[in-house]
């Protein structure tokens, strides 16, 4: 891991306690996304302000530009190249995140000083990922494997943070936080696809409060 005192070790300290404070990152796969700006307002009036669009969703930088120029906090995920990192990052990515654990799009966020969250699955993954100095550790699919898996990573990987994604809803996110996610990752759950493509921010809105409400402990 990076010495915390380094340019490297601010980037992760700060990634982690930013998504410490708010640990839901809404996830958008959506074919057409009209206003990507007014997207971010409707989920930060409903208390999520990390958004992540992808690289599956077509003019992805495009988006990228316009809610980075609006002040929103937005990153890209389904980075699966240096090229594609460097892509977002020259869109306005303020974060990246990958599906598996991809080296190259780590050195490309290192270079740049953006905070990278890298995928893994398994034991060895997780520990890869956490060295090629991950901001946090993206566990995917986290349904697959349940919340308890959360809690058994955490015995060989103290403090490692971990952020569940796939198949995370307002039903069970509050028990993966519950087991040892810093963060989960919402998805159709909160933005689905066809809500996003008719600019239905205030039923946005209301599905983000729903679920950053189920997120609090009871």
């Known amino acids: 891991m990076s010495n915390p005192s380094s340019p490297t070790g601010t980037v992760l300290a700060d990634a982690r306690a930013a ?17 990507a700006a007014a997207l971010c307002a409707a989920l930060a ?11 599956t969703t077509p ?3 495009d988006h990228l530009r316009q ?31 990958t599906p598996g654990v991809r080296p190259e ?12 969250v890298l995928g893994a699955l398994t034991p060895t993954e997780v520990a890869r990922a956490a060295e090629l100095g991950a901001a946090a550790v993206k566990i995917f699919p986290a349904k697959a494997f349940g919340p308890g898996y959360f809690k058994d990573l955490n015995g060989p990987y103290p403090g490692l943070p971990l952020v569940a994604s796939g198949g995370v809803n307002a039903d069970n996110a ?3 936080l519950a087991h040892g996610a810093l963060a989960v990752c919402a998805g159709t759950d909160v933005v689905p696809p066809g809500v ?23």
């Open 67 to 97: 809610a980075a120029a609006a002040g929103w906090r937005v990153g890209v995920g389904t980075v699966l190249t240096a090229e594609q990192a460097e892509q977002g990052i020259g869109a306005g990515a303020a974060f990246l995140v």
């Open 174 to 176: 509050a028990e993966f």
């Open 105 to 116: 799009v780590a050195g490309a966020a290192h270079a740049a000083g953006v905070p990278v």
């Open 45 to 55: 009036a409903g208390g999520i302000t990390w958004v992540e669009f992808t690289f």
């Open 19 to 35: 998504l410490a404070a708010d640990p839901v990152i809404a996830v958008v796969r959506a074919p057409r996304i009209p206003d």
């Open 196 to 218: 996003v493509a008719a600019g239905d921010w205030a039923e946005i809105t209301r599905r983000a409060k729903a679920f950053t409400a189920a997120c609090r402990p009871s």
């Open 59 to 61: 003019d992805v930088t």
